[in-house]
């Protein structure tokens, strides 16, 4: 791991120094314990079309990689830490980000048993500045519109059991989130919350009795001078019975205070409330959908999932109030398991693509109305997914509102013990409310080949075609990519 990096980056503040010397801690904290590591070294060279994403000046160039990664994980009496991290260092120049760290990583300490513990996360990412601008597959262009996103916590928290009658939390998270450059504001959030739930004493009744309080506060105003501070608090009470096996009824009901910019000046405080009801008829499928109401509006909500040996089909609705600071955290950067539950290879020689949870660009709290689906089938050598999602972003404090919507197709097929094939296809569209639309077409298609038992080279093609009306520019790129990853 380039450590230089993040001890850069933790001389920031004292929360992060306390963040990272947990994560670095941890191998003293656990050496008893169970460790799983694995490193791996990839050398990449890329030649694209056109690296500048502007078909009135094309330019084409050979691209250098290398991306050393790291997947650590340690499990002992009173601590436990994970970490993956993928480091890549490039030649692309004309103002790109010459190193682009992926990094995922989490810990957690007990210091007095059954008491006092400790948790910490760092987390790094390449982020999108402005989701309605040119940009790539992955962060190797020079469309200057991507950055590199750095957030860690730290969460100190009590615990308490009283008796078999409930168990007491108190938590309080210190959240810094860092933009390389000046486009996006920084920002810092801190949370506390003091949660009370059920014991073992209610049987089939469960209640939960919860209050929380958030304040952010970013460091410079917004892309539309917009002031992005704001302070939310709830205080609820939850109730929930088992009907049986599979049956369960809950609801929620409680109140919200919130103080934040808003366009035309609503009340943003109140009551909410939400009903729901959870159907498992058996081990393979749930259904748990609900419907509420905040200041907003209606939070209808719905939840599917159904597995069998050979499909897996996963449907989600919801509507709720989030900020694009969340939503850029929120970013699923490594798999670390497939729909059926099978551990996969987190990090692979196949180039890191940017992530689809598109967001407006600096801060801002929305309603995020949001669909999520995906059908997946497997076989005995080949995994087909369709896959859909849609999210609907209405925003509370300016005029404005955007919509994201992205469906595609995956296919893996294993060809031998040592070659597979990877492909994918997507449309990703995108619109606001000043008419900036753009419909943009990716097609990837890689094979890999095992040449020892740490070896594995890799030949991929990429094709994009970006057709944008309004702001922005159309573009079309091919790409060729030849990578040797080694394992250590």
């Given at each position: 791991m380039n450590k230089s990096v993040w001890v850069s980056l933790c001389k920031i503040s004292h929360p992060a120094s306390i963040a990272m010397a947990m994560i670095l801690a941890m191998p003293y904290s656990v050496d008893a314990g169970e460790w799983k590591s694995k490193a791996s070294i990839t050398f990449g060279e890329i030649y694209t079309d056109n690296v500048e994403l502007d078909d009135d000046n094309k330019e084409s160039k050979f691209i250098s990689v290398v991306r050393p990664t790291i997947e650590l994980e340690g499990k002992g009496r009173r601590a436990e830490m994970s970490l993956v991290g993928a480091f890549e260092f490039n030649n692309v120049g004309g103002g790109a980000d010459?190193?682009?760290?992926?990094?995922?990583?989490?810990?957690?300490?007990?210091?007095?048993?059954?008491?006092?513990?400790?948790?910490?996360?760092?987390?790094?990412?390449?982020?999108?500045?402005?989701?309605?601008?040119?940009?790539?597959?992955?962060?190797?262009?020079?469309?200057?519109?991507?950055?590199?996103?750095?957030?860690?916590?730290?969460?100190?928290?009590?615990?308490?059991?009283?008796?078999?009658?409930?168990?007491?939390?108190?938590?309080?998270?210190?959240?810094?989130?860092?933009?390389?450059?000046?486009?996006?504001?920084?920002?810092?959030?801190?949370?506390?919350?003091?949660?009370?739930?059920?014991?073992?004493?209610?049987?089939?009744?469960?209640?939960?009795?919860?209050?929380?309080?958030?304040?952010?506060?970013?460091?410079?105003?917004?892309?539309?001078?917009?002031?992005?501070?704001?302070?939310?608090?709830?205080?609820?009470?939850?109730?929930?019975?088992?009907?049986?096996?599979?049956?369960?009824?809950?609801?929620?009901?409680?109140?919200?205070?919130?103080?934040?910019?808003?366009?035309?000046?609503?009340?943003?405080?109140?009551?909410?409330?939400?009903?729901?009801?959870?159907?498992?008829?058996?081990?393979?499928?749930?259904?748990?959908?609900?419907?509420?109401?905040?200041?907003?509006?209606?939070?209808?909500?719905?939840?599917?999932?159904?597995?069998?040996?050979?499909?897996?089909?996963?449907?989600?609705?919801?509507?709720?109030?989030?900020?694009?600071?969340?939503?850029?955290?929120?970013?699923?950067?490594?798999?670390?398991?497939?729909?059926?539950?099978?551990?996969?290879?987190?990090?692979?020689?196949?180039?890191?693509f940017l992530t689809d949870n598109l967001t407006f660009r600096d801060q801002g709290i929305f309603v995020n109305e949001l669909f999520d689906a995906s059908l997946t089938l497997k076989g005995k050598r080949s995994d087909l997914t369709f896959f859909v999602r849609e999210s609907k972003q209405l925003r509370e404090d300016i005029d404005s509102d955007a919509k994201f919507t992205s469906t595609g197709i995956r296919f893996n097929r294993k060809l031998s013990s040592k070659i597979s094939v990877t492909s994918r296809l997507s449309l990703d569209e995108r619109e606001n409310r000043a008419t900036s639309e753009s419909e943009i077409t990716r097609f990837y298609l890689s094979l890999d080949r095992q040449l020892g038992p740490k070896t594995t080279v890799t030949l991929g093609y990429s094709f994009s075609d970006r057709d944008a009306e309004g702001f922005g520019r159309d573009y079309k790129e091919n790409r060729l990519n030849l990578g040797l990853t080694i394992d250590f």
């Open positions: 010459s190193f682009n760290p992926r990094v995922r990583g989490d810990a957690a300490v007990e210091l007095l048993e059954d008491f006092f513990f400790i948790e910490g996360d760092i987390y790094s990412n390449q982020t999108l500045i402005d989701p309605f601008a040119a940009s790539g597959s992955t962060q190797l262009n020079r469309s200057d519109n991507v950055t590199t996103t750095y957030d860690y916590s730290v969460s100190p928290y009590l615990v308490h059991r009283f008796a078999r009658f409930a168990d007491l939390q108190v938590r309080y998270t210190y959240d810094d989130q860092i933009n390389k450059g000046d486009e996006l504001s920084d920002s810092v959030r801190r949370m506390s919350a003091v949660t009370l739930n059920s014991g073992p004493d209610f049987g089939p009744l469960s209640w939960t009795l919860r209050a929380d309080h958030q304040k952010t506060e970013f460091d410079g105003d917004g892309f539309m001078s917009q002031d992005g501070d704001n302070e939310r608090s709830t205080a609820s009470v939850r109730l929930g019975y088992a009907l049986d096996r599979k049956w369960q009824v809950n609801g929620t009901l409680g109140q919200e205070w919130n103080n934040f910019q808003t366009f035309d000046d609503d009340n943003t405080d109140g009551d909410f409330w939400d009903v729901g009801l959870v159907w498992t008829p058996n081990r393979r499928t749930t259904f748990d959908f609900g419907y509420g109401k905040h200041f907003f509006g209606t939070t209808p909500r719905f939840k599917f999932t159904h597995t069998t040996r050979r499909t897996s089909l996963t449907v989600n609705y919801s509507r709720s109030i989030t900020d694009t600071r969340s939503e850029r955290r929120a970013a699923s950067l490594f798999p670390g398991e497939d729909p059926f539950g099978d551990l996969i290879d987190p990090i692979t020689g196949e180039p890191l």
